[in-house]
């Protein structure tokens, strides 16, 4: 699709983009990518949290002339502190998924996350994203051989940082999917990274291309881990050089635990209420979670942002950067790698554009004083 088609499906006001994508995604797709956990109370949460603040306009201050968004995050360059979050099964919403994600990522000169569930292989992505900045996220399977082999290969493949998810060790209770008795891994998709793997190959009884149901069931057999704790982190560190980022703290405790165990920087996230539900809005986790740190390591915030505006919020309290998922999937559905890419842009627009209208010249200059509680 060329970018004059995207524009044309994809609004200007990314609010409404979710309403957009509804009409051209599967009732499947739809329900997989949109599902919150349970009633989705945790979505709904994370919204209605944003709207509880307000952005400050002080009087007298004059919009900034120019806005650097640029940023550094554990020595990754960015165009803006805006990531492209690990976002699984991006073939549900489009053919090309993942590898349409990674060069948009790299034509933005933005941070791509590759996620272990996604529908292409890692090495693929890789190609795709080219020059571009790319981290991988690992949900730590219960197989530690099969752990050190997707660790090896990402290294391989040029991610630089490993985003480590631990809110997700058990699969959440997700109704409109067990409704429709719809699991997209029995299908053999989002399970690229497995199939394609060797000590993971090794498990099945025939290749996952011929009997996709086994490959499934082989990989539910590797992917829950309850038993996931910080005892386990040697086995990391032991099998890889780079930056350790923890995605998934709720908490000020978890956040000085990731500092005694040298981690080196967490996210706040409760993976958009997509598989816990009950828990509390990542917004309102932010601002203690930020002052429990302290500034002793970098605090990167997902959950909930569909708005520059949001982008903005988060930044105020705190966050060093935000990571982006459903908007780019939205996009994706609406105008493949044109679309996806048209979203971030217009995110990260509307956030230097909220930036300037602060009167800063820099996110970095923003804080709590940059916003208001809401009446």
Not at 186 to 212: H, M, W
Not at 330 to 338: M, S, T
Request: aromatic share 6%; net charge positive; charged share 20%.
């Amino acid at each position: 699709m060329t970018d004059a088609a995207a524009a044309a499906r994809i609004p200007r006001d990314l609010s409404q983009l979710e309403a957009q994508a509804a009409k051209v995604l599967s009732p499947e797709a739809l329900a997989y990518i949109l599902a919150g956990a349970g009633d989705a109370n945790t979505t709904r949460a994370n919204a209605a949290a944003f709207r509880r603040w307000t952005v400050k306009r002080r009087k007298g201050r004059k919009p900034a002339r120019t806005v650097d968004l640029t940023t550094t995050i554990l020595g990754t360059r960015m165009a803006a502190p805006v990531l492209f979050a690990p976002v699984g099964v991006q073939t549900l919403a489009h053919p090309d998924g993942d590898l349409a994600s990674a060069r948009a990522a790299a034509e933005l000169g933005l941070t791509y996350v590759h996620s272990t569930q996604a529908a292409f292989p890692m090495e693929e992505v890789a190609r795709a994203n080219g020059n571009g900045a790319r981290w991988y996220q690992l949900y730590w399977p219960t197989d530690d051989e099969l752990a050190v082999s997707f660790l090896r290969r990402a290294k391989a493949a040029g991610y630089t940082h490993l985003v480590i998810t631990l809110d997700t060790t058990l699969l959440g209770w997700r109704p409109l999917d067990l409704d429709r008795g719809y699991s997209p891994f029995l299908e053999n998709k989002g399970i690229a990274n497995y199939t394609s793997d060797p000590v993971f190959k090794r498990r099945l009884v025939a290749p996952a291309e011929v009997a996709p149901l086994p490959a499934g069931i082989a990989f539910a057999g590797v992917f829950q881990n309850p038993g996931l704790s910080w005892d386990q982190l040697p086995l990391i560190r032991a099998n890889w050089d780079g930056p350790i980022l923890l995605k998934g703290i709720q908490s000020p405790l978890d956040a000085k635990l990731a500092i005694e165990n040298r981690i080196d920087a967490i996210v706040v996230s409760n993976h958009g209420g997509r598989q816990v539900d009950g828990a509390i809005a990542s917004l309102d986790a932010l601002p203690p979670i930020v002052k429990a740190v302290g500034g002793k390591l970098p605090v990167l915030f997902d959950s909930g942002i569909r708005t520059g505006r949001d982008a903005f919020k988060a930044l105020a309290l705190g966050a060093d950067a935000v990571l982006i998922g459903r908007p780019y999937l939205y996009g994706l559905a609406l105008g493949g790698q044109a679309g996806t890419r048209r979203v971030m842009r217009s995110l990260v627009d509307d956030l230097e554009a909220e930036v300037r209208k602060a009167g800063r010249r820099s996110h970095r200059s923003l804080s709590r004083s940059s916003l208001t509680r809401a009446r």
